[in-house]
Every structure is written in structure tokens, then in C-alpha cells.
């Protein structure tokens, strides 16, 4: 183990401690980690960045952009529908998604901007 990226010594604030793990009881962070574990497989991340792209697609344009069958791509959709990243409506035989609201494609943009960030100061 690198002993340059850990602490020597145990020491620790025991008031900031307290007040964030108090925070954190507020707060459901199983979902938040439910949302980004949802969107950690490749294929849903592309399919999130798709919405984003064009409002609204449907399951054989998403297996067509992806690369994949259409029921791959309705599995994927299935699980991101499950998580409340994106929602479907019905037109005759087709089923349109979409992303559920602006926050998920606010997720995938700064994600995006983030990496490009990375990328250039490596």
C-alpha cells in the first residue's frame, strides 16, 4: 500500500463527524446509489446520453443506436424505467422513452463534462 495517500496517525474531528453522519441519516443515499449503479452498465449510460440527445426514442431506435437486439435494449430500458431515470408512453405498437426529468440529463452532462475535464489535465 502507498503510504503517501493515508493517514499516518488516527485523528479524526469528532464534531464534523457527528454533524455529517447526521446529515446522512437524512438523506436516502441508497437511492442515489441505486440511480448511478443503474447507469454504470455502458450501454444504459448510452442510452441516458441518447435521451438526451432527442427528447424521446423509441425501443427500436435505442437497439439501433447501441448497437444491440431490441430486447436488450427493452431489458435495459426495463431496468432504467425500474430506477426512474427515464419513462415511456404508448402509441399504437410503439413504446416512446424519455428521460423522467431534467436532473438525469443534467447527471449525464456534467458526468460528460467531468471526464473531458479529466482527460485534459491528465
Known amino acids: 500500500m502507498n503510504q503517501k495517500d493515508t493517514c499516518e496517525i488516527y485523528c479524526y474531528d469528532e464534531e464534523k463527524v457527528n454533524r455529517i453522519q447526521g446529515e446522512l441519516q437524512k438523506q436516502d443515499i441508497s437511492s442515489v446509489a441505486q440511480l448511478f449503479k443503474a447507469l454504470a452498465d455502458e450501454n444504459r449510460a ?3 446520453f441518447s435521451l438526451c440527445q432527442d427528447g424521446e426514442l423509441c425501443v427500436c431506435d435505442v437497439a439501433n443506436i447501441i ?3 431490441i430486447a436488450t435494449a427493452s431489458h435495459h430500458l426495463r431496468t432504467l424505467h425500474k ?3 427515464v419513462k415511456y408512453r404508448k402509441e399504437g405498437k ?3 422513452y424519455s428521460l423522467d426529468d ?3 440529463k ?3 452532462l456534467i458526468a460528460l463534462s467531468h471526464e473531458n475535464e479529466v482527460k485534459v489535465n491528465v
Open 67 to 69: 448497437g444491440t437486439s
Open 102 to 104: 431534467e436532473h438525469i
Open 94 to 96: 410503439l413504446a416512446f
Open 106 to 108: 443534467q447527471l449525464i
Open 46 to 48: 448510452k442510452i441516458a
Open 83 to 85: 430506477q426512474g431515470i
